[in-house]
Every structure is written in C-alpha cells, then in structure tokens.
C-alpha cells in the first residue's frame, strides 16, 4: 500500500503544473495559486514569489505551511477519480548556489516561467515537507511521512 501510495503521490507531482498554497497572518489564512515543482524524493515543494506578495511576507514570518495539489477537473467523476494531496511543512527562502539547483529544476518544469522567476524582485521558496495526505476516491485517506 506504502509504494502504490508512494506512486500515486509522484505521478500527481509530475503531472500537476498547479499548486495552492496556505500562509497565515495574525491569525487569518491566505491561499495563493502558484507553479511549483517538487523533488524526486518528495521531500520538498518549491515555487517562485515576488518578494512583495502577501504570501512571501506571511511565508516569512509564519513558515508553518501546507500546500494542496490535486487532478480534479471539475466534473462529477471527480468524486470518485480525482486525488488530492496535502502537504505539510516548514517553507523557507533558497539563497545561493541552492536557489540556483532548484531554479534549474523549476524552470525545466515551467519553462515560460523563466522571465518572472529570474527577475531580480522574484523569491525562490521551498517548503521542507513532513508529511503528506493523499486522499483519493473523495474520502480515502492515507498519510505519508517523509521527514527524515
């Protein structure tokens, strides 16, 4: 069950451009679209922001974070096909040769993202994740820990 939820997750996160992501502010949540990308070893999910975005400021003063991916399209079978996929985890800000690493990786997934991201007003952040929770079939649910 492990491995086919293991597949079931890496499938989602190579197919899916899309991601939403939750921050916090004084107590009040904040969701935002954004383009990610996501590791091999699905330890970690990463984006661009500009760093004058609400969700860059709330991000950096709250890394606490869950970050939701999912197939649906809107449809009734959605109920019993679609899968989404919860994240859990701290985000923080890649700086140097890392940002670099994961820039390469972003824009290898987005690649008519390279202007945005490489503009000097554009964060590179990436959420450290603990655990995950897939559900699939509207309300079957199993949980994935990967921190190490």
């Known amino acids: 069950m492990l491995d086919e939820?293991?597949?079931?997750?890496?499938?989602?996160?190579?197919?899916?451009?899309?991601?939403?992501?939750?921050?916090?502010s004084k107590g009040q949540p904040y969701c935002s679209l954004v383009a990610f990308a996501s590791t091999r070893d699905l330890g970690r999910l990463?984006?661009?922001?500009?760093?004058?975005?609400r969700k860059y400021s709330n991000l950096l003063k709250k890394a606490r974070s869950a970050i939701l991916v999912d197939s649906r399209s809107n449809r009734a079978a959605d109920i019993s096909k679609a899968v989404a996929v919860t994240a859990i985890g701290k985000v923080r800000e890649l700086k140097g040769s890392t940002r670099t690493r994961y820039l390469e990786e972003y824009l290898a997934k987005h690649p008519h993202m390279k202007e945005f991201a490489t503009s000097p007003s554009c964060s590179m952040l990436a959420m450290e994740v603990e655990r995950y929770y897939v559900v699939s079939k509207f309300q079957n649910v199993l949980e994935l820990d990967v921190k190490k």
């Open 46 to 53: 990463f984006f661009a922001t500009p760093r004058y975005t």
């Open 5 to 24: 939820t293991r597949r079931v997750l890496m499938d989602l996160l190579e197919s899916q451009r899309f991601a939403v992501v939750a921050s916090q």
